[in-house]
């Protein structure tokens, strides 16, 4: 995914949080497709936000009380990977 | 769309909200890829939320100075018949 503008994961209120600026709605969606795929995969699903280019998400896992753990940590890597291939 | 729980439209803070709750991930997402097609033949995108089976959507218009307007009533009508044509 070209020119996609990106924070690095950041923990916020004990959730992983990243912030993702694309070129229009299409390309954030798109996005979002894969995400939605690799969170099945995991059985893991973010909390997200999308609002026209602007995707924001948040990791953290319910069933350890609501703090980051080593699930929220190894989705977070797929959807860097994922942003990376996209990039080549 | 079988067994989903959803409120109607109410206006909040200058904004349509509904929000929506589905069977899974899965069929939430599902729902909001067909929001995703609808808002680009509209060229008018949501602001929403998704966590697991729950789907929050915000419509305003931003050129009209963050107001509801037809724009958003049109969207949120079409999204209703999205609803009931699934639940069909």
Do not use: C
Not at 24 to 51: G, I, S
């Amino acid at each position: 995914m070209d020119n996609v503008v990106q924070k690095q994961w950041e923990e916020v209120d004990k959730k992983l949080y990243k912030v993702l600026i694309f070129k229009d709605f299409q390309e954030a969606f798109a996005f979002m497709v894969r995400v939605a795929f690799l969170a099945e995969q995991h059985n893991h699903h973010p909390k997200w936000t999308n609002e026209w280019n602007k995707v924001e998400i948040w990791l953290s896992t319910h069933d350890a009380g609501g703090v980051v753990t080593e699930k929220d940590r190894s989705l977070a890597r797929e959807i860097n990977e994922l942003l990376l291939v996209e990039a080549n």
